[in-house]
């Protein structure tokens, strides 16, 4: 348990800190930057009890809104995000995840690829719909949900690849 | 009561969610209003401190494109120079004039900058210490930035022109035909200016420059050419696209304006709608 503990405090301060000082510096073809801090939630040992890691992922999306100046719309998406995790288990590992006592990044890549594109698709559209925040701008919006969550998903595998093949031996 | 608590505790997941999610969306909304001060921002004392930290960093990658650009500067500067130089009388200087100038001029570096979103803002490294107040202009070598918006002791916020919520004066160069100056939301390289008479003189590849009614920025600073100019409502007035000469996705070195003058023309300006 308290291995757990300190396992998820150092993911929350790493991927916090390469979010702000690596990935959001990246300004592919000018505007992709990654986003990897959702990893965090999405690693997050799963449980019966909802609230810690909802309080957990607002506190972790507020801390990015102040550097980027985008008011709650990360703290929306990750709450969201945190809301909606057991479903997208549910989907992925069958009706029967909680009782398996499974933990994510042990489980095999293809469906950890499919969790993920879920809760990216979650997370995004929900992020990006609030910080354009115009109904007249919807294809713009599109546009950067797919083009920056396509990003994330390839940045992400290739993180949970590094990580994974390090959890087995 | 019994029924109460019962409804609490088999929904407190969703009541958590719907808590937590109004707090995230009022400070989105705040942050998308532009008269509101917001709770959310980047100048606080801790993150200020790390995003310029992150700033030193990448500043080493690019030290030959800031010396560069510093270069062409000063020499464009020169060339001014010069010009003034030549029509001055005997061996006067230009320095002796500073009081009459209505302007002070502080030089920043931007150690945070958007483009993507619909209401972008930049982050500079100066402050209230520095004598940065709201609604000072920002420019940089090739053109207007934005305007100031809130600052602590040591860092700024700039409302950046790619935000929906501005709106600034500005003007065709060689004629006194006026318009106001706004961002669309899509190209970090297209403005747009609006409210041109349907009789004034346009051209591809005219100059578009700040204008004499602003109160941020002195008149005749560069901003963009004249990319298309469309008539709209009913052909009565102009609808022009401005290709800006600045370019917003990569700004470091850049120079907020002081008016001294901007209280006092306010003033005045307000006069005729008190009475």
């Given at each position: 348990m308290n291995k757990d503990l300190l396992t998820n405090i150092v993911r929350f301060i790493s991927l916090l800190f390469f979010q702000i000082f690596l990935f959001d510096q990246i300004n592919f073809l000018g505007f992709i930057n990654p986003m990897v801090y959702l990893l965090f939630i999405i690693l997050y040992p799963i449980e019966n009890k909802r609230w810690d890691i909802m309080l957990i992922s607002f506190l972790l999306g507020i801390i990015l809104d102040t550097f980027q100046d985008t008011g709650g719309a990360h703290a929306a998406a990750c709450v969201t995000l945190a809301f909606t995790r057991p479903i997208w288990l549910r989907l992925v590992y069958g009706e029967s995840y909680k009782m398996k006592n499974i933990k994510v990044l042990k489980t095999s890549m293809d469906r950890l690829l499919l969790l993920l594109l879920f809760c990216i698709i979650v997370h995004h559209v929900i992020f990006f719909s609030l910080v354009i925040?115009?109904?007249?701008q919807i294809l713009y919006t599109l546009k950067l949900t797919l083009s920056i969550g396509a990003a994330t998903l390839v940045v992400n595998c290739i993180i949970l690849a590094l990580f994974k093949s390090r959890v087995k031996s | 009561m019994q029924q109460i608590f019962n409804f609490l505790i088999k929904y407190r997941n969703l009541l958590l969610y719907l808590f937590l999610m109004v707090i995230a969306v009022t400070f989105t909304i705040q942050s998308h209003d532009y008269h509101r001060s917001t709770?959310?921002?980047?100048?606080g004392k801790i993150t200020g401190g790390i995003l310029s930290t992150r700033n030193g960093v990448y500043d080493y990658f690019d030290l030959i494109n800031h010396n560069k650009k510093l270069s062409e500067e000063n020499a464009s500067l020169r060339m001014r120079l010069l010009e003034i130089g030549d029509t001055?009388?005997?061996?006067?200087?230009?320095?002796?004039?500073t009081d009459s100038i209505p302007y002070n001029i502080f030089p920043a570096r931007v150690i945070k900058n958007d483009f993507y979103k619909s209401d972008n803002y930049i982050t500079i490294d100066i402050g209230a210490n520095q004598g940065i107040q709201p609604d000072m202009g920002v420019i940089s070598t090739s053109g207007i930035v934005g305007v100031t918006d809130r600052s602590n002791e040591k860092f700024s916020r700039v409302i950046s022109i790619?935000?929906?919520?501005i709106s600034l004066n500005a003007q065709i160069k060689g004629t006194s035909t006026i318009g106001s100056l706004k961002w669309d939301?899509?190209?970090?390289y297209v403005m747009s200016l609006e409210?041109?008479?349907?009789?004034a003189q346009v051209k591809k590849g005219d100059t578009i420059i700040t204008g004499k009614q602003s109160t941020l920025f002195p008149s005749d600073i560069l901003i963009g050419e004249v990319q298309d100019a469309q008539l709209v409502e009913n052909g009565s007035r102009y609808k022009i696209t401005v290709r800006l000469f600045n370019d917003m996705t990569d700004l470091d070195h850049i120079y907020v304006i002081k008016n001294r003058d901007q209280k006092a023309i306010q003033e005045i300006d307000t006069l005729g709608t008190n009475e």
């Open positions: 925040f115009n109904g007249s | 709770t959310i921002h980047s100048t001055l009388l005997g061996k006067e200087t230009t320095l002796t004039f790619l935000n929906s919520q939301g899509y190209d970090p409210d041109v008479p349907r009789l």
